[in-house]
């Protein structure tokens, strides 16, 4: 069974737009990337300063790819007023024999510190238990990112576990902390 999911949808909450990419973000985009490096790359490795066209046009194709085969489900969150690029949520590694995925996200420097993570996360959730019925997410972290772990709690996610070789950052294995949610974790609206 494949994961499905109409690649135009938007969500909106009173602060916020998610919808899937389009090739039209590339410039701010690419921006949003490279401005955020000092505080997006040190935990994630393809955040860097010199993030280009290239590689914003390939991330973007990529992820409307993966939206046709329902192997990753990215958002991109927008501020609802400017419709400025937030930051990104995305319900990655779907695994359809274990019916869990990961739930991941990044905000924009500017952005950050004002909520918008655990915001544009409780959509997400919603849609991973609502939509594609799954049973499982889970949050995956460096034990050095306090932002993302308070994230992880603000959203009533369960620590599991620290786990050895869990991230892989510039090709080295790192220890990473695993968050879980099931959908008794939280109010699922019935279908």
Known sequence: MRMAMQADLE???????????????????????????????????????????????????????NWLTGSCFEFLVLDKATEHIVGAIYLSQIDQSANQANLGYWIRSEFQGCGFAVEAAEIAINIAFSHLLLTRLELVMSPRN???????????????????NRIIYNSDPQEGLVYSLIPSDIEVPSR
Do not use: M, N, P, Y
């Open 11 to 65: 969500f909106v909450t009173d602060r916020l737009v998610l919808r899937a990419l389009k090739k039209t973000d590339l410039a701010e985009f690419k921006q949003a990337i490279s401005s955020s490096a000092d505080t997006i790359g040190i935990w994630l490795d393809w955040c860097h300063e010199g993030f280009d066209d290239l590689e914003a046009d390939a991330w973007i194709s990529r992820s409307r790819q």
């Open 146 to 164: 306090k932002a993302s772990i308070k994230v992880a709690e603000r959203l009533g996610a369960h620590f599991e576990c620290r786990a050895r």
